[in-house]
């Protein structure tokens, strides 16, 4: 699954970060940036309700390809800049946390029945 | 070694970098003044080009028409890339004493020099500068080549420059142009065999936290360490960072790099902490709605420290402040 999947099954929006298409290797989803420190995978999806600098910048600190914020929540002006300034495209969806995880799930099981 | 070599004598004496360091900056000065001095090397600050030199041949009197005319103490006398000694206003003046001014150089000039090698860090040369009287050293490269000449007032020049930087970078004015020290190793693609830097993390500053690590993640990928260790210490220096901004009054976070390990050092101006025993468990945490609400206080701050590094330690006092250091091998 490429960073263009999951905007389009996530009816999400680049918002900031810039354009990348690169592939997603493990999903994570929380709002606690010491789990997310603990996570081991690589080029991680971070699915996240926190719209703060802190997300982003816990994001690159643990190599993710994107983070995803819910909720069509507004993010900070400084949240942006903070993706910009370390290149991780930051994409806002309508849909709440739990919502994407199913429909990332569903995705993926289709993606791997071809 | 011919009558002419240069004798190259060592910096000697016992005292430590820091308290060398301390007597130059002072005791209480700040502590981005120190990491300035640790981040240079000899090459970054000495002079390399224009460099007004004599031969052998020149006399004592053409280096007394240098000395005036370019309003300097000192020259060094070469042969080519090759050094064979230094002229001061000393050689000068007991020339004009002794009326020997029309003699070449190479009769009077001093052949015992102390020399620095340029890939030596500044501080060698502040130690340098303190444990000799002379205004100047001779810069030689691995090959024994010279390559230009260091005084204090270069050194001055380029400390006061590249601390008018660091201010202006602290204030959030400026972003940071590449700094000698780290060009170097980037164009060289090595390890520098040491690198120290500091960053300050003020108390509450949620703005601003998480800088530190991320740009020790980018100096650390600059230099070629493995993505794994590289994340393990961004994890670490991440997890400090955030400590000190949420549960102290203030501090840093330092990194330390040399040839086999990777050093993060989290220092604190306190309150400190009761029960470190308790503290570095999984869960606790004495966190408040206002850090939650910012995603940490999960109490996993100190445990994900430990779980990634190779050796932790942390020190505690109330109400001086705590110490973390976490190393990892490279």
């Known amino acids: ?114 | 070694m011919s009558e002419y070599e240069p004798k190259i004598l060592s910096g000697g004496e016992s005292r430590s970098d820091d308290e060398i360091m301390a007597d130059y900056v002072g005791k209480d000065s700040p502590l981005v003044v120190m990491e300035l001095l640790q981040r240079f090397r000899v090459k970054d600050v000495m002079r390399g080009s224009n460099i007004i030199s004599l031969t052998r041949e020149d006399t004592l009197r053409t280096a007394k028409e240098r000395l005036r005319d370019n309003k300097i103490s000192g020259l060094p006398v070469l042969d080519g890339k090759r050094l064979f000694g230094m002229v001061s206003v000393n050689q000068i003046i007991r020339a004009l004493e002794g009326g020997w001014l029309d003699d070449p150089c190479s009769k009077h000039m001093s052949t015992s020099l102390v020399v620095l090698e340029e890939d030596m860090p500044l501080t060698f040369a502040l130690k340098y500068f303190h444990n000799y009287t002379f205004g100047r050293f001779p810069v030689l490269n691995k090959e024994h080549e010279f390559v230009g000449i260091i005084s204090q007032r270069d050194m001055t020049n380029v400390l006061l420059k590249e601390l008018s930087n660091e201010v202006s970078r602290l204030e959030g004015k400026s972003n940071a142009a590449v700094r000698p020290a780290e060009a170097s190793a980037r164009s060289e693609g090595a390890i520098p065999y040491y690198s120290m830097r500091q960053f300050l993390v003020v108390r509450n500053d949620m703005a601003n936290a998480g800088k530190a690590a991320n740009e020790i993640k980018r100096m650390l990928k600059d230099v070629g360490i493995s993505a794994k260790v590289i994340r393990r210490v961004a994890v670490a220096a991440y997890e400090l960072e955030i400590n000190v901004c949420i549960h102290s009054l203030g501090g840093s976070i330092t990194v330390v790099l040399d040839s086999n390990k990777v050093t993060i050092i989290s220092k604190d101006k306190g309150p400190g902490i009761q029960d470190v025993e308790w503290a570095c468990q999984d869960g606790t945490s004495t966190a408040n709605d206002w850090i939650r609400s910012m995603g940490f206080g999960a109490g996993m701050g100190l445990s994900n420290c430990k779980r990634v590094a190779d050796v932790f330690n942390i020190k505690s006092s109330v109400p001086g402040g705590t110490t973390v250091i976490c190393e990892f091998n490279i």
């Open chain 1, 1 to 114: 699954m490429k960073i263009s999947d999951v905007i389009k099954t996530l009816d999400g929006k680049l918002v900031a970060g810039g354009e990348s298409d690169a592939t997603v290797g493990a999903i994570v989803a929380n709002d606690l940036m010491s789990d997310v420190l603990l996570c081991d995978a690589d080029d991680v999806l971070l699915l996240t309700s926190l719209a703060s600098d802190q997300a982003v910048r816990t994001a690159n600190i643990v190599g993710a390809v994107a983070v995803v914020v819910h909720n069509a929540k507004p993010l900070p002006a400084t949240m942006c800049q903070v993706a910009d300034t370390l290149g991780i495209p930051l994409i806002s969806s309508p849909y709440s946390k739990y919502d994407s995880c199913v429909k990332l799930y569903l995705a993926q099981e289709a993606e791997k029945r071809g």
